[in-house]
């Protein structure tokens, strides 16, 4: 099972931009599905985007769409979240999930994914 490590989080104004990372360990991130949730004091954890190794397609909630970015670095085994535009309401903790038998399509569902890391705390606030 794949370990993953999450970073670059932090404090940022409105408008602001941060790039997270999710760096894996114990495994390849080749053919596996990785995904990055949030989740806000008091609410349920959401899937934010997600990207499939063996083909590189990518997906995106509607609350990030023209602000994210997802992308990987097959060769170091790292997966990033590019986060511009940032509003007040993403702020949240963000993890990054993984599992090597799923294809990501759609909604996201957290049950799906198999290995987590800790989570990275994202702040937007002025």
């Known amino acids: 099972q794949v370990q993953l490590v999450e970073s670059g989080g932090g404090l940022v104004q409105p408008g602001g931009s941060l790039r997270l990372s999710c760096a894996a360990s114990?495994?390849?991130?080749?053919?596996?599905?990785i995904g990055w949730f949030r989740q806000a004091p008091g609410k349920e954890r959401e899937g934010v985007s997600c990207i499939n190794s063996s083909d590189g397609s990518v997906d995106y909630a509607d609350s990030v769409k023209g602000r994210f970015t997802i992308s990987e670095d097959n060769a170091e085994n790292l997966v990033y979240l590019q986060m511009n535009s940032l509003k007040p309401e993403d702020t949240a903790v963000y993890y990054c999930?993984?599992?090597?038998?799923?294809?990501?399509?759609?909604?996201?569902?957290?049950?799906?994914?198999?290995?987590w890391g800790q989570g990275t705390q994202v702040t937007v606030s002025s």
């Open positions: 114990g495994s390849t991130l080749g053919y596996h599905a």
């Open positions: 999930a993984a599992d090597p038998d799923l294809y990501c399509s759609g909604y996201m569902r957290d049950t799906d994914f198999t290995s």
